[in-house]
Structures are given as C-alpha cells and as structure tokens.
C-alpha cells in the first residue's frame, strides 16, 4: 500500500472521528460511537448520499431508491484484485453467517466497482457470486464512480504496467491504449447503508467478522 493510500486512510479515519463528535451533535449517537469496536459513525444528515446512476449485474439500473427500506454494506473494488476484494469479500461471506447465528438481519453486501473497463456487468456477476449467491455488484461510468466515491472518503490510484516499467496515474487520468496491464491501490472501507439510503457507519481494516456483527447488532438496536 502506499504512502499516498496510508496518508488518506488517517485523513479518512480522523473525519470519522470528527463527524461523531461534532457534526452529529447528538449524545446517543456519541454513545453508541463509544460502544464500537470495529466501526465508526459516519452519518450525517446535512451530507446525503449523492444521486447514484449505476447499473448491476443483471445490466438493471440502479439508484439510491434501491438502497432504501433495508440494511446494506457497500465496499469499492475491482476484480482482478489480488488480495484486498477476495479477501473483503470473504470476512463478508463470514459475517452472514454470523449475522444468520445471531438470527438478525443480513445487509446486502454491495460490490462497486472502480475499474468499469475491465469489469463489464457479466464479469462482476461471476465474481461476486462464486463469493455468495446472493451478493450484488454495480458498475457505471468511470467519472460518475469518481464523483460517488467522494463522500464514502474513498480513494484510488491506478498503477500502469508497460512490462518493464510501472507508472502511477490518478483515478481521473484515462489509461492510454497501449497499456494492457494495470492494477489499483485503494482504500478497503466498507460503508453500512441505512434503510434511509444514508451512509451511516464505516467499518475499516482489517475486518474482524466477529466485531463486525457485534457492532451490527449495536447500531440496528440503536437504529
């Protein structure tokens, strides 16, 4: 990981703190944000979630509509990730079930893409399902992900690979087309969506599962 990426995941983790204590405004929720072991609250009403235009797997539109009425957890990723996706991706295969022993509510797990080149919504679809059946992932324009990503604090670069060189561009430079290698660093936050649609806690690496479900449970008896 990056100097760069590292340097963002404290900015991240200090805005976290910051919307808690001072943008909230609220003792309960500074309660509950004290009773966490391995999330933080992240929600804010005067900041809501962007206009989402995105599309799934099953090439269907998709909009912060369907996001509303119902828990779900949102992780930014690409598929030919060596480590961070599967592995994120994994803990939440983990957390279902953990989730199912506690006999509460599973949150959809949502997979969003930041590499719409490569990852078309049939490859997104065999991804995530070998993962779990009922996994989603979305894609959509390059520069509509970019914007969307903003308020989650996500952040990515892209790492070209010309076969003997490497060269890192940002996320909003086009990878030219001679290069046929590349990979992303990125953050690996998952973000919980309230039933309201709104981004209400980040659950930061490394995951623990276990505390994971914890503070699920917490915030849906807060909730």
């Not at 998709?62 to 592995?87: A, E, M, R, Y």
């Not at 604090?153 to 290069?179: C, H, M, R, W």
Request: charge should be negative; glycine fraction near 4%; hydrophobic fraction near 40%.
């Amino acid at each position: 990981m990056s100097v760069k990426i590292k340097f963002l995941l404290l900015i991240v983790f200090a805005a976290s703190l910051i919307s808690a204590f001072f943008l909230l405004g609220n003792k309960d929720y500074l309660k509950l944000e004290r009773s966490l072991k391995a999330s933080f609250v992240l929600f804010d009403e005067n900041k809501p979630l962007p206009k989402l235009e995105l599309t799934d797997f099953n090439n269907r539109p998709f909009s912060n509509n369907d996001l509303k009425g119902h828990w779900s957890i949102v992780f930014f990723g690409f598929t030919f990730c060596p480590d961070v996706c599967p592995t994120g991706l994994m803990d939440m295969v983990k957390l279902k079930k953990i989730l199912q022993t506690k006999k509460l509510q599973n949150p959809e797990i949502i997979f969003i893409t930041l590499d719409p080149n490569r990852d078309t919504p049939e490859v997104l679809k065999d991804y995530v399902t070998f993962f779990d059946k009922d996994f989603k992932a979305l894609t959509g324009p390059k520069e509509h992900i970019n914007q969307i990503i903003k308020p989650f604090g996500t952040f990515y670069e892209v790492v070209l690979n010309d076969g003997e060189n490497q060269k890192t561009i940002s996320a909003d430079d086009p990878i030219p087309n001679d290069i046929k290698t590349y990979t992303l660093n990125h953050t690996a936050w998952m973000y919980l969506i309230s039933p309201d649609g709104e981004i209400f806690a980040g659950l930061p690496t490394p995951h623990n599962p276990s505390l994971m479900a914890e503070d699920i449970e917490k915030i849906f008896a807060f909730y």
